[in-house]
């Protein structure tokens, strides 16, 4: 059954570091997003993708945040100087089009660590 | 006032309860309603979705939706071991994908 992955399962790194998130989603869908989840709290909405543009993003998706799709098949998350209270699990998510926007399979995510 | 509410758990049951898990939601214009699993340091597994208001069905889980009173069900019948996970309501507007999640409630199921 077709899934998305992520990697690294695990990255740590130093404040101020910039770290990049990788995410391979299922191969059909065209609509792609970042979600995190802080320990102990709820999953939340970062960006939508779609057609190589955002669609949508949240407060939380500020100038330190960028992604791209550098390829046909990786979508990447782009945090530029990274601060403690980044440190999160960091989903990518994929739906197969907008109309379907609801059915979003996610990745086993990225517990990124900022010390 | 929060998008969508949760009931916060947790919730211990015996195996073969059913379970009821809910959740309001504030705004009118979210038309489609999810529910997730997700395992201690998992992704979310979506479960089932649901559009309009009224039951939808899939084996042992059952979702139910009353936009009227902005209410979301999940039931589970015969639960299992198995079951144990934290469970995500989700909603969502239906246009750019952005999906607002419940705070989540922990399910466990004993043998």
């Known amino acids: 059954e077709p899934e998305v992955t992520q990697t690294p399962s695990h990255q740590v790194t130093q404040m101020g570091q910039e770290v990049i998130l990788r995410c391979v989603p299922i191969?059909?869908?065209?609509?792609f997003y970042w979600y995190r989840q802080i320990l102990g709290q709820k999953v939340e909405f970062l960006v939508s993708?779609?057609?190589?543009?955002?669609?949508?993003k949240s407060e939380i998706f500020d100038d330190q945040f960028s992604v791209e799709r550098p390829d046909g098949s990786n979508f990447t998350l782009k945090i530029r100087s990274t601060k403690l209270e980044d440190s999160a699990m960091y989903f990518c998510?994929?739906?197969?089009?907008?109309?379907?926007?609801?059915?979003?399979?996610f990745g086993p995510g990225t517990r990124l660590t900022v010390t | 006032q929060k998008e969508v509410e949760q009931d916060p758990g947790p919730l211990s049951v015996p195996e073969g309860a059913i379970v009821s898990l809910n959740c309001t939601y504030s705004?009118?214009?979210?038309?489609?309603f999810m529910w997730y699993r997700q395992y201690s340091r998992k992704g979310p597994e979506l479960l089932m979705y649901?559009?309009?208001?009224g039951n939808k069905e899939d084996g042992r889980f059952t979702a139910q939706v009353d936009k009227s009173s902005k209410y979301i069900s999940l039931f589970i019948r015969d639960s299992q071991p198995s079951d144990s996970a934290t469970y995500l309501c989700?909603?969502?507007?239906?246009?750019?994908?952005?999906?607002?999640f419940g705070d989540g409630t922990t399910l466990t199921v004993k043998p």
């Open positions: 998510a994929s739906s197969v089009t907008s109309g379907r926007a609801y059915e979003q399979y």
């Open positions: 191969s059909n869908h065209l609509y």
């Open positions: 993708f779609y057609n190589n543009e955002i669609s949508e």
């Open positions: 705004n009118s214009a979210f038309q489609y």
């Open positions: 649901t559009y309009s208001s």
């Open positions: 989700a909603v969502e507007r239906g246009n750019a994908g952005k999906s607002t």
